[in-house]
């Protein structure tokens, strides 16, 4: 028998937790507590000195401020949240399917109630924030339970801040609810707890937000001199010139002026002073550091966060790089996808099934990937091959492969039953003179028995085949006469066998062999004429 497992994967004892548990919030903030969403700003003069100290106490556990810094990072730098956010929703926006364990009937219900779960309109936006995990290496969501409607049921999924919660020692790897009593284990099937890690080892220093940190901090001491920079040599150095002479009042309206200047460009000097302007020859240059600086230190961002760099900072490359680029892309959204699905299907529809259904066997399984496109010319073109020769296709797996859905009883099609055989021809792409009406009905009559007169050898081979055809009906001959047309217009047997499939599609299987039994017939007669002639 299966066991049942808490947000800390480790199995929990045969009991279920209190409802009233379940399906209260008991992770919500608090303005006046330990839960408090009002923090500090660690970003606020940041230095690497003070950086490296606040990585250390992450590393014993102590994560608060490295969840904040975290946190202001996505708030201050446009482009790490930018990419972040990109890895986040290429992901949260792949669509969701589920699988049931078996074809029984009661693996089917429990996978159709999950099913019709993630129809919420509130799923994307749930997934968003479960993949926080990729930045901070944690993600925390509350589950809250509904038992309105006499079953268990996720009512919703609450995004909880990381910084609510602490860490075991001494692996620093278990999550702690953080109270006003203490810090206590998390309640079985009540957390979400996600891990998305970068890299192997403890999952606090696992997070993309430990590497980003860095970069952002070089780029904001980029910022700030280049900030210096532009105020010092983005204009031309004013330098005012007053005559000997000049009394205290003179010189200082000549000071306000120049520095007036500076503000709005405008100033009222004496007509004996002069003020020059001085440009730099070195500013362009010298401003181009700081921009590559930056540009280099988001470039690193991206390697970090997508992988590459082609699809965000515009790097020339070619064609091929940047397909090469976009495939790095791919690879990490597949790992994210698969990596948020066994989450799922680990806090939250196992414990579903066994709140509503009791612990089982098998659980139905949550699949997160991009729907497989199929290659419909190819296809198409391999089936027209295949299944003249005798492959049996079912049609369930071809509409899936296709995307089409299975038509309803009372739901128009699209195509006309009644469609001219013009029509049809020109979609199998007979010419219009290779096309023909409908083969009509045809009935076999008996053979008539060859009396003595005519059992003399025939002269020829028209006579053989006029014999021969004396015990068919109009139709069959109609038949034989629209093939043999046909073979005659036709240049080539794959030309033949286009044509023959446009006018023959109305024929009942039934009538078709009897006209093919008579075809055989006719040949085999009139090769015996060639034979004795």
Request: hydrophobic letters at 40%.
């Amino acid at each position: 028998m299966a066991q049942l497992l808490g947000p800390d994967g480790k199995p929990v004892a045969n009991r279920k937790p209190e409802p009233s548990v379940l399906t209260a919030e008991i992770a919500a903030p608090q303005l006046a507590g330990v839960r408090s969403p009002l923090g500090s700003y660690p970003a606020d003069g940041l230095s690497p000195e003070r950086l490296a100290a606040l990585l250390r106490d992450a590393d014993q556990g102590n994560a608060l401020a490295y969840f904040e810094l975290a946190q202001f990072m996505e708030e201050r730098d446009p482009h790490y949240v930018g990419v972040l956010g990109t890895r986040k929703r290429i992901v949260s926006q792949t669509e969701v399917t589920v699988e049931s364990a078996s074809d029984e009937a009661a693996h089917v219900k429990q996978a159709d109630m999950v099913r019709a779960w993630l129809k919420r309109a509130t799923l994307q936006g749930e997934l968003f924030d479960i993949l926080d995990a990729i930045g901070k290496g944690f993600s925390f969501t509350e589950i809250i339970w509904s038992t309105s409607e006499g079953q268990w049921q996720p009512e919703r999924l609450e995004y909880r801040d990381p910084r609510f919660f602490a860490f075991t020692q001494p692996d620093y790897d278990t999550p702690l609810l953080r109270t006003a009593e203490g810090d206590v284990p998390l309640p079985p099937f009540k957390f979400i707890t996600a891990r998305m890690p970068m890299k192997s080892g403890i999952t606090l220093r696992s997070g993309v937000a430990r590497v980003a940190a860095w970069a952002y901090l070089f780029k904001m001491f980029a910022q700030k001199d280049w900030v210096i920079f532009l105020q010092t040599y983005g204009q031309p150095i004013r330098i005012g010139k007053y005559q000997t002479g000049a009394v205290d009042e003179e010189k200082a309206r000549l000071r306000a002026a120049v520095m007036n200047i500076a503000a709005d460009c405008s100033a009222i000097i004496p007509a004996g002073m002069a003020i020059e302007f001085i440009e730099s020859k070195t500013a362009d240059k010298s401003g181009k550091l700081y921009l590559e600086r930056c540009d280099w230190l988001d470039q690193q961002v991206s390697k970090a966060v997508l992988g590459q760099t082609a699809t965000t900072d515009a790097i020339a490359g070619g064609h091929a790089v940047g397909r090469e680029h976009r495939q790095v892309q791919e690879d990490i959204k597949r790992a994210d996808c698969a990596t948020l699905a066994a989450v799922l299907n680990r806090d939250l529809i196992r414990p579903w099934i066994d709140l509503e259904y009791g612990p089982q066997k098998a659980y139905p399984t949550l699949v997160i990937r991009e729907a497989e496109k199929a290659d419909i010319e190819g296809l198409s073109g391999a089936l027209s091959k295949l299944v003249p020769l005798g492959l049996r296709v079912p049609q369930n797996w071809l509409r899936d492969k296709l995307g089409i859905p299975d038509p309803g009883t009372d739901e128009e099609l699209l195509g006309s039953p009644a469609a001219s055989q013009d029509e049809a021809g020109a979609e199998a792409g007979v010419p219009p003179q290779a096309k023909r009406g409908p083969f009509p009905p045809m009935k076999l009559k008996p053979k008539p028995k060859l009396q003595a007169a005519d059992s003399r050898e025939p002269d020829s081979i028209d006579a053989v085949l006029a014999s021969a055809g004396a015990g068919l009906d109009a139709g069959t001959g109609i038949i034989i006469e629209h093939i043999r047309g046909l073979a005659a217009e036709s240049s080539s047997l794959e030309d033949l066998r286009v044509r023959l499939m446009a006018v023959m599609g109305d024929v009942p299987e039934a009538q078709l062999a009897a006209a093919l039994r008579e075809a055989l017939a006719l040949s085999a007669l009139a090769g015996m004429a060639d034979a004795t002639a």
